[in-house]
């Protein structure tokens, strides 16, 4: 029904927000009373019967109370979302399977608190913040995911019903944000690893085994890797030192499509080779990866493994500037 | 789409609502079924406000102790089993009192099976509704002020139940500040609100039960046991000077027919009584107004006797001013009477042949001696009973001996202790005895003004009996036999006919100045609160309306002028709610005045550009600028990031900076 759709994105304004942060003005902020709000309303009009039948003057000046206090709680509702700014934070890259947390930095300029803020994805769990009055807080919406690969969750619906749950005021903010989920890892063992091409290297200072001394961390290196006694005995002493290794094995590893067991579809494939990079990872081994018009060079360390498994993650998928409105 | 985003925000509703109840919002629903149901024990029978506290209780050691709600077919028995108490108690599951006690019985047992944020919903309404029902009995200024602390209780839990734990004086000082702006249009909507007089369709048998006031027979200890009530009974505003207060007689109902024991109002036939009454008023007629209190009669008890009645009444054959309908409502009456009068000279034979009308047989000693008067002309036949009343020993008081079957003769020969009601029946016995028409009236005598809002406040305790015999050329002519026996009774009220020690409601008997100062004052507010809260009809709305100058207001336009000002209201109160602009740093606005200057003078600062590079780049394109810009954004950046002394001073620098700026340069053309 594109006439409907389109009617949509025009009644609830239904585009990504470009400038951050995102405030909530009175345009895209919309309020309809619920269910409650709509029981509230039956029980004034059965009161104001009753009211006139008995001639209850004191009734009536308490059924107009409440009818100003219904529309007063509109005003709050609606003012409970108004003019608050929401900044979307950096997602963090998951496994498929597990939520996706989305975060926003959300900021409340008004001297009020703003309560009960509800943040769901469409059809995902709600996470409720309340916010102090010229205060900061973050939230993270959860999405679950099911498959490999750039995640837009789409808007995001921001809802109250405070303070007295007769309105429920919602707004659509949709920030451009994505999440990479790497596949869903199949831990399967090791393929077997090639020497090196560099022979020269084969008891370099950049082995695994044997302790060889501590050196200031970069920020390359992984926090397995810190000292920390060291970093307990001198904790005013930045960058943390780490320990250093020589010896072992210096051997590249390589985790390559073509490895994997013959007659897995595209999908079981990637997942196999997610639960290499995370198996190699944890032995902490020089590993490089090859997929198919892809191939990242052998590496080490945190920064690596992330460009492994998003290589994974993104494989076969279009790049992400290409944003379709 | 619409489908999807129709799902969504069903399934977020009904998760909302389905979701479980915080254990913290408990208490808050406890206290709503407390303050709504509690206030109703007063009136209920004692099992039931029992019951409901029990039960309540019971819910708050289940809450205590984290233990879970009883089963639900126990609270189904508890249900249907008080819902049979009720009808075996009431007679019927109808009715105002059967309501309520059910609508209290429900909102006692809800919190019983409250596991959800929904049930918590119901509770919250369903206080609402029951806080109107406490007006079916109290409409006074404490139920208004309590039932508005009420108010903010249940607001306070909807906010508690949806904005999560706060603490309490938060939550309670929300509500205030909703409940504050709900009020304007609450004023608006009262003042209106086109207004409807009730009722909708047959009220139940018992909903005027409980008013008190003169009733339609008059036997011994009827008057007297009102007249330990310190009730108002209506209160008056003459609108020139008030009469003297031993002509204040208000009429009430006028009681023809005697059986030995009572005196009834005999209701006679149309055509009996033939023609209208006609009333010849004497000297001025005085116009006032009156506010009665409900009494679930007809009679007005206008001023004795009235001459100029207010609409939808009429003056009954027996001279008093009766509404079409009893009177269920506090009501305002205007009036104007003729406290000197000649009434139905030419009175219906009827009417005078039922004034003689005595049962055979009783009081003899009474009928003999009005025997012997009977030859005298009636006025001396009147005279020589008040003689009797006035010289011989007969007492005044509250607490007569009881009389037998020849009542009159035990009063007047033996007892000779009795109260107005005695002395009027005894009075009207002798006078048909001796062949003059007479009839008791029963009324008000006297009042009181208050001086605090000059209204003349007439109590129950002010109830009066007093007698009027029929004299041809005069018509009906007032006799007071109590005046004979006690004229400070008339004259001065009750209080001083009446030797310490009876019986009267305390506050009638007010002897310390300051008690009896308080009391007026009070009774004061409470007539201002019966006039415009309680007493604001349909016709007192277009009374006010017109007194603002809105003639001939009808429902169209007081609805459209509703619409206009709640909708002013609500725009005031968004505006008032909106958040304020923050008030920007002294030290910021400053130097973003002294950029703003620049940006006019050519130099436009980007918003990326912190003040010392800012300076940097006005130092390598406008050099001109350059020293006072280097000073402005060294002075800002000190106050900005710095710390120390003279904040102050370098403020005032950067503020002046602006001022030091060279005048703009005009373009040539």
């Known amino acids: 029904m594109p006439v409907l759709a389109s009617l949509q994105r025009w009644l609830f304004r239904l585009r990504r927000d470009e400038q951050l942060p995102i405030v909530l003005g009175q345009r895209r902020i919309f309020i309809v009373p619920t269910r409650a709000g709509l029981l509230f309303a039956l029980v004034l009009v059965v009161m104001l019967v009753g009211a006139i039948n008995y001639n209850l003057s004191l009734g009536h000046a308490l059924i107009f109370l409440l009818a100003g206090l219904g529309i007063v709680a509109m005003v709050h509702t609606f003012h409970n979302l108004f003019g608050l700014r929401l900044t979307p934070g950096r997602v963090a890259a998951v496994f498929a399977g597990d939520p996706a947390y989305f975060p926003l930095q959300l900021e409340n300029p008004r001297r009020q608190a703003r309560r009960a803020l509800e943040f769901s994805f469409a059809g995902q769990t709600a996470s409720c913040v309340h916010l102090p009055a010229q205060g900061r807080a973050a939230v993270a919406v959860s999405c679950a995911t099911q498959r490999r690969g750039r995640l837009d969750p789409g808007r995001v619906t921001l809802a109250t019903r405070y303070p007295l749950g007769l309105f429920r005021a919602w707004s659509y903010p949709h920030p451009h944000w994505s999440c990479v989920v790497y596949p869903q890892p199949i831990r399967t063992p090791l393929p077997a690893s090639s020497p090196t091409a560099h022979a020269d290297r084969l008891h370099g200072d950049n082995g695994q085994e044997d302790f060889a001394g501590l050196r200031p961390r970069q920020i390359s290196d992984s926090t397995r890797h810190i000292a920390w006694k060291a970093v307990a005995r001198r904790t005013d002493e930045q960058p943390h030192l780490v320990k250093q290794f020589a010896g072992g094995a210096s051997e590249e590893l390589w985790l390559a499509w073509s490895l994997t067991p013959a007659g897995c579809g595209a999908e079981e494939r990637l997942s196999i080779l997610t639960g290499w990079v995370l198996a190699a990872d944890e032995q902490q081994a020089r590993y490089g990866l090859a997929l198919p018009g892809v191939r990242i060079a052998a590496g080490q360390g945190d920064a690596h493994r992330a460009s492994c498994l998003q290589a994974l993650a993104l494989y076969g998928e279009k790049p992400e500037n290409d944003r379709p409105q | 789409m619409a489908r999807n985003l129709k799902t969504i925000g069903r399934s977020s509703a009904a998760a909302w609502s389905s979701a479980a109840l915080e254990h913290g919002a408990v208490p808050w629903l406890l206290a709503v079924a407390l303050a709504t149901a509690g206030p109703h024990f007063a009136h209920l029978p004692w099992w039931l406000s029992l019951l409901v506290g029990g039960t309540l209780l019971w819910r708050a050691w289940l809450w205590q102790r984290r233990r879970p709600l009883p089963p ?35 909102m006692a047992l809800k919190p019983m099976e409250m596991s959800s944020r929904r049930d918590a919903l119901v509770v919250v309404m369903l206080g609402y509704f029951l806080l109107l029902t406490h007006y079916l009995y109290s409409q006074s200024i404490p139920t208004g ?189 205007s009036f104007a009477s003729a406290i000197a009068y000649r009434a139905n000279v030419n009175e219906a034979p009827a009417i005078l042949q039922q004034a003689l009308a005595l049962p055979d047989e009783i009081n003899p000693r009474t009928r003999a001696l009005a025997r012997e008067w009977a030859a005298r002309p009636p006025e001396k036949i009147a005279e020589a009973a008040l003689a009797m009343f006035r010289n011989e020993d007969f007492y005044y008081t509250l607490q007569p001996p009881l009389l037998g079957a020849n009542a009159m003769d035990e009063f007047l020969f033996s007892t000779r202790r009795g109260f107005c009601e005695h002395y009027a029946s005894a009075f009207v016995f002798l006078m048909r005895a001796a062949g003059v028409p007479a009839r008791v009236v029963a009324g008000y005598q006297g009042g009181e003004v208050n001086p605090v809002d000059g209204y003349l406040v007439v109590r129950q305790s002010d109830a009066h009996a007093w007698a009027e015999i029929w004299l041809s050329g005069q018509g009906w002519v007032r006799f007071d036999p109590t005046a004979a026996v006690a004229p400070s009774r008339i004259e001065q009220g009750i209080v001083a006919a009446l030797p310490q020690g009876e019986p009267l409601p305390i506050l009638v008997r007010l002897d310390s100045d300051w008690l009896r100062q308080l009391r007026n004052r009070w009774e004061a507010a409470n007539n201002s609160w019966n006039q415009w809260v309680l007493g604001y009809n349909p016709q007192r709305q277009r009374e006010v309306l017109s007194r603002l100058g809105w003639r001939d207001p009808d429902w169209r336009s007081m609805s459209a002028s509703l619409a206009v000002l709640c909708g002013i209201a609500l725009l005031v109160v968004t505006l008032w709610t909106l958040p304020r602009r923050l008030a920007v740093d002294p030290v910021q606005r400053a130097w973003l005045k002294y950029c703003a200057e620049l940006k006019r003078r050519g130099i436009a600062r980007a918003d990326w550009e912190g003040p010392l590079a800012f300076a940097q780049r006005v130092a390598r394109e406008r050099p001109d600028l350059a020293a006072l810009t280097d000073e402005a954004a060294g002075y800002y950046a000190e106050l900005r990031y710095a710390r120390g002394d003279g904040r102050d001073h370098k403020l005032r620098c950067l503020q002046q900076c602006v001022r030091r700026l060279p005048p703009r340069r005009r373009k040539r053309s």
């Open chain 2, 145 to 333: 002020a309590w039932l508005l602390a009420a108010i903010g209780l249940l607001t306070g839990a909807l906010i508690r139940l949806h904005g999560g734990p706060q603490p309490v004086a938060a939550v309670l000082r929300h509500a205030g500040l909703l409940l504050a702006q709900a009020l304007p249009f609450m004023l608006i909507l009262y003042l209106l609100f086109p207004r409807v007089s009730g009722p909708l369709w047959g009220l139940p048998q018992d909903a005027y039960s409980g008013l008190s006031g003169l009733s339609d027979e008059m036997s011994p200890g009827s008057i007297s046991g009102l007249i330990v009530s310190g009730a108002i009974a209506f209160r008056s505003r003459f609108a020139g000077e008030a009469p003297e207060k031993a002509d204040l007689y208000w009429r009430g109902p006028v009681f023809d027919e005697y059986d030995g024991q009572t005196w009834r109002a005999r209701a006679l036939p149309a055509s009996a009584t033939g023609q209208p009454p006609v009333v010849e008023g004497i000297g001025e007629p005085l116009a006032y107004s009156s506010i009665l209190e409900a009494h679930n009669q007809r009679w007005l008890l206008a001023l004795d006797v009235a001459t100029l009645l207010p609409p939808e009444s009429t003056l009954a054959p027996t001279l008093q001013a009766l509404a079409r309908e009893p009177l269920r409502v506090r009501a305002r009456f």
């Open chain 2, 72 to 106: 639900r077919w126990a609270l189904a028995l508890l249900v249907v089993g008080s819902i049979a108490a009720i009808a075996w108690q009431f007679r019927t599951l109808l009715g105002k009192d059967a309501g309520v006690a059910l609508l209290v019985v429900f």
